[in-house]
């Protein structure tokens, strides 16, 4: 069942013909947390065009648009956020849409006609972005919703696509770390 | 070392609800009958604790109450002598080191166990209660758990004097940036 904030954005971003992926918390099926913001992806050379659409949206309020990400409250669903993220920010040493296509190709899943990121991909781009400590935490409510800690594999497979294995190895270090605490009861999957 | 225990029937529990679930029945003149615990729903949980066992249901509810709206899946913290005792197919379990902390947690407790699953929140709930808790009390609660590098991690200090710095706090302008972008706290009608 699509959650009425994912309902919501993909109107908007239908009628505005913008190709996107879910990305965000929404795309993780099993975290504990519920969270009502929608994070879509959308690639490089459709990121001011789109922008410059959805500030026209009456549907929605513009926020703010900072290092590659643009906030938008929706009016539809009580102002809950749509972020709209720049792929080029995740493409490392490779040409900006590339990222973008990985994502389509390989590392999402349709559901209801919407695309969701998958969760190592999800967190790939947690961990890519400059305020990565904020998203810590979100990967390890992510475990203990039930995501298997092996997806961090896959994140460094990606990083390692990519290029961006040195920008995120200390970062992949101290969300390990922490999943390695004691106090936190769930499976740690084999790595 | 650690303290483990056992769940055994005492002398006053004549008949216990369903949420205490035999796993190793042993006969007269044996040693007594194990059990695990099995919570599911809130009144499970209920049911538990009126027996005296030491775990505690942290809701999106308590934490809204407080003023920070969040939505979350309930989080069962349960004491760490229990681990491994108590499952549930509804809630993720963390534990807790001090089982008096989950006798009847109050504001500084259950910070406390935010503060082992959701830093920001934590900070951000410190900071809209600013006179409401006793930092004291924090202080203590923070110390017992070992959390005082997480703690660092989101500059508790800032609200608990005289907190040890363990580790490297996130940067100053992050946490600012977080506070900005936080839920607003919801408003009393």
Same mark, same amino acid.
């Given at each position: 069942m699509t959650e009425p904030e994912v309902e919501a954005a993909d109107t908007i971003l239908r009628r505005h013909e913008v190709q996107y992926v879910v990305v #965000?918390?929404? +795309?993780?099926?099993?975290?504990i947390r519920a969270t009502g913001d929608v994070d879509v992806m959308v690639t490089a050379t459709d990121y001011a065009d789109t922008i410059a659409a959805l500030q026209s949206d009456e549907d929605l309020e513009f926020q703010w648009e900072d290092q590659g990400v643009a906030r938008f409250a929706m009016r539809l669903v009580g102002g809950e956020f749509l972020d709209v993220l720049n792929s080029s920010k995740f493409t490392g040493s490779r040409e900006g849409g590339k990222f973008f296509i990985f994502l389509l190709e390989e590392e999402s899943t349709k559901r209801d006609g919407i695309r969701y990121a998958t969760a190592a991909a999800v967190w790939y781009t947690r961990l890519m972005i400059p305020r990565w400590r904020h998203y810590s935490d979100k990967i390890l409510q992510d475990l203990l919703g039930g995501? #298997? +800690?092996?997806?961090m594999r896959r994140v460094v497979e990606i990083a390692q696509r990519f290029g961006t294995a040195e920008t995120l190895r200390k970062r992949v270090a101290y969300v390990r770390a922490e999943m390695r605490r004691p106090d936190l009861e769930y499976v740690l999957e084999r790595e | 070392m650690k303290m483990v225990s056992e769940l055994v029937r005492s002398g006053e529990a004549n008949r216990l609800p369903r949420v205490f679930v035999p796993v190793d029945v042993r006969h007269r003149g044996r040693p007594p009958t194990l059990y695990r615990l099995r919570a599911d729903t809130e009144s499970d949980v209920e049911a538990a604790r009126r027996y005296g066992l030491p775990l505690f249901l942290l809701t999106p509810e308590w934490v809204t109450a407080h003023g920070y709206p969040e939505h979350f899946r309930p989080l069962l913290f349960v004491w760490e002598g229990l681990a491994g005792k108590v499952s549930s197919s509804a809630y993720s379990r963390v534990h807790v &080191?001090? &089982?008096?902390?989950? &006798?009847?947690?109050?504001f500084e407790e259950v910070l406390t166990f935010l503060l082992k699953v959701d830093m920001l929140a934590a900070r951000e709930l410190a900071r809209r209660n600013v006179g409401k808790f006793d930092p004291n009390e924090l202080y203590r609660r923070v110390r017992n758990e070992g959390m005082e590098e997480r703690a660092t991690k989101v500059r508790l200090q800032e609200f608990v004097p005289g907190l040890p710095t363990v580790g490297e706090p996130f940067p100053k302008a992050d946490l600012d940036w977080a506070e900005r972008n936080a839920p607003a706290t919801p408003e009393v009608r």
């Open positions: #965000g918390g929404q +795309a993780i099926g099993k975290t995501v #298997g +800690a092996g997806r | &080191r001090d &089982r008096d902390a989950l &006798r009847s947690p109050g």
